[in-house]
């Protein structure tokens, strides 16, 4: 009698299929990612080229149009313009993703929820921009304040109704929303005339975006369930202790940027901090993060602990990271090294994030397996 194949039974989690991450989602998670790293240089570039107010409206480049006029605006305005084209791009990869999670997570239901409250989103913003124009010159604003409002009920009810991996889901509607409100804060930027604290914070949270998309990439392509520490607790401490100097020396070179001589546009006025001081105050707290890092690196291999490999990727980074901001400030600070050293320092944290993910681990992969008692006593 031949043999008979039995057809394929999906894996069951909790009664449910276990949740299944498609081709598709992991190459837009990662396509995700790299649009996050690329704005980060895109909007460099609109400020170290003194383009930030290239277009001097928003959502509109000009009083009378959506692009820039190159008779008008010159290079300045095509530069900013295609920064706010990559902001589109970032949001339709962002929301490509969302629905992509949501569909294998959430199945049906989850995904048309979704869809139902993007319209009622939308709805929002617009009764929002309505009401708005009757008070105010600049109503756009409210729209987005609206939309942004909509997005967070949408999440919070999204990740209420979804049975498996809310990880996912809850890092995807992260990126979504950070996405909508980047668009926000940078249309405040333009209309505060490039205020740098503005700009600053601009740039920090999109670091932060990069941050949560490595980290569902993490995320992504790990199992469900408990996670366990595997790593010793004074190294899980002096990880975080870490992550803070990472912080504190992004904030200072934030500071220092703003206090330099790319404020994104020539006649904008700089915080009035003393750069070459904030240059030595952002150089002591990476000197000290540097030292961590070898520390962490030494202490993980003579351990053999599972971060290893991905604390060698932020030593590296952290080095050239070093060295670009030691070359740049000898060299009166070019603005190809200081975009470079921008798009290192989110590389940077998102190394980082990477690491601290990898210091626990599902409790079936971290738990090795006993062996039967029957075979015990074999």
Known sequence: MPDTIAPAVPSMRNGRPAVRIGKPLR??????????VIIIGTGGAVRLTGSGLGCSEWPLCTPESLVPIYGDQGIHGIIEFGNRTMTGVVGLLAIAVLLLTLHAVGGRRSLVAALWFALGGIVTGVICF???ALLVDEPFAFFSVGLILATIVGAVHSLRITPERRDLGALAWIVLIGVVAQAFVGGITVLTGLNPFIVGFHYASSLVLVCVTAAFLVRMKEPAGARVSV???????LSHVTGLALAVTIFFGVLTTGSGPHSG???VLRDGFDATV???VHSWPGYILAVLVAALVISA??????????????VVAILVQIGVGIWQAREGLPEILVGIHMVLAALSAAAYTVVVLKMKSPVAAAEPAEEPEHS???
């Open 265 to 267: 546009d020539a006649n």
């Open 231 to 237: 790593v010793p607790r004074w190294f899980a401490i």
């Open 130 to 132: 309505g009401i708005a």
């Open 376 to 378: 015990a006593r074999a």
């Open 301 to 314: 291999w003579v351990l053999r602990l599972q971060p290893r490999r991905w604390l060698l990727v932020l």
């Open 27 to 36: 190459v837009l998670a990662w396509l995700s990612f790299l649009a996050e």
């Open 278 to 280: 904030l240059a030595h």
